[in-house]
């Protein structure tokens, strides 16, 4: 566990949004556009990114409480660019605005420290 702490926390937050929305994302695709062995292998991949999200998740050396609300506001960004890469789709006006509030929403759970 050393090892781990040589490392900025937001690195460990950045991998796991990462693997979480890329596993959700081909999870995603296998089920509605696949079948057989092929779908059978893109849930394989799908499983091991999940698997690795929550590995990274808690590998970050920061409180779980307040990694949370980082990892959300990563999230969120992270999961639109995959969603655009994956399903060419750009989020709407609602998605934006609401997004903005999430973001807002982590960095504030993260870093105000009411002590």
Not at 25 to 43: E, H, P, Q, S
Not at 49 to 65: H, M, Q, R
Not at 90 to 103: R, T
Request: hydrophobic content about 55%.
């Amino acid at each position: 566990m050393k090892n781990t702490l040589t490392f900025h926390p937001f690195v460990f937050i950045l991998i796991c949004t990462i693997l979480e929305s890329t596993g959700d994302a081909i999870v995603r695709k296998c089920l509605y556009n696949y079948t057989g062995a092929v779908r059978f292998g893109l849930m394989f991949v799908g499983m091991l990114l999940l698997l690795g999200y929550g590995i990274f998740l808690n590998l970050a050396p920061v409180e779980f409480s307040r990694v949370v609300g980082l990892y959300i506001a990563t999230l969120f960004a992270v999961w639109q660019i995959i969603n655009y890469i994956t399903f060419r789709t750009m989020p709407a006006l609602p998605v934006f605005i609401g997004g903005s509030l999430i973001v807002a929403g982590g960095l504030i759970v993260t870093f105000w420290n009411s002590k």
